[in-house]
T-cell receptor, first 113, second 112 residues
Framework: SQKIEQNSEALNIQEGKTATLTCNYTNYSPAYLQWYRQDPGRGPVFLLLIRENEKEKRKERLKVTFDTTLKQSLFHITASQPADSATYLCALDITGGGNKLTFGTGTQLKVEL | DAGVTQSPTHLIKTRGQQVTLRCSPKSGHDTVSWYQQALGQGPQFIFQYYEEEERQRGNFPDRFSGHQFPNYSSELNVNALLLGDSALYLC???????????FGPGTRLLVL
């Protein structure tokens, strides 16, 4: 069956370090993958989209990689800050353009002073 | 420019009742998707509306139905509520053909 896996355990890191979150998927060949941020009790906020023909994408302190052979995406936050503490979700559109997103369970990131 | 809005913010119902949740998409968006998010889980796709028609549907029973109005706003209806329907219901809007979805703050539904 189709599955998207993210680190189920919370990730605690020190301020200023780089946080790396993992998203693995099986049985998909997605055209693109998205990362969202979600704060408690709020809706997800779109961060980055990376397409199957892109290896890496950057936006300010964020970097996403996409390895379609390994079926894995890595999400990096450099120079992390306490304000980066949130749950990060990866999502795939398995319908090939229909915008029917399938989400992972999310990884909770906590950046400590 | 208002983002996606949802109402109500919180709702408490009892088993067997029916509920209607509402969503207004971001200005200029014509596609509305609904998701259910249980505690500690990622959002699960319920269905999507475009041009007032249900275009795609996830693995949810017929108790879940929806509607889209000419102004692109949308409603989600759930009949015969079960305890397991307790969740955060999220609405997301997008422009047809574009991948990025913009989520509202959600409606927290508690079924007792």
């Amino acid at each position: 069956s189709q599955k998207i896996e993210q680190n189920s355990e919370a990730l605690n890191i020190q301020e200023g370090k780089t946080a790396t979150l993992t998203c693995n998927y099986t049985n998909y060949s997605p055209a693109y993958l998205q990362w969202y941020r979600q704060d408690p009790g709020r809706g997800p906020v779109f961060l980055l989209l990376i397409r199957e023909n892109e290896k890496e994408k950057r936006k300010e302190r964020l970097k996403v990689t996409f390895d379609t052979t390994l079926k894995q995406s890595l999400f990096h936050i450099t120079a992390s800050q306490p304000a980066d503490s949130a749950t990060y979700l990866c999502a795939l559109d398995i319908t090939g353009g229909g915008n029917k997103l399938t989400f992972g369970t999310g990884t909770q990131l906590k950046v400590e002073l | 420019d208002a983002g996606v809005t949802q109402s109500p913010t919180h709702l408490i119902k009892t088993r067997g009742q029916q509920v209607t949740l509402r969503c207004s998409p971001k200005s200029g968006h014509d596609t509305v998707s609904w998701y259910q998010q249980a505690l500690g889980q990622g959002p699960q796709f319920i269905f999507q509306y475009y041009e007032e028609e249900e275009r795609q549907r996830g693995n949810f029973p017929d108790r879940f139905s929806g509607h889209q109005f000419p102004n692109y706003s949308s409603e989600l209806n759930v009949n015969a509520l079960l305890l397991g329907d307790s969740a955060l219901y999220l609405c997301a809007s997008s422009l047809a053909g574009k991948e990025t979805q913009y989520f509202g703050p959600g409606t927290r539904l508690l079924v007792l």
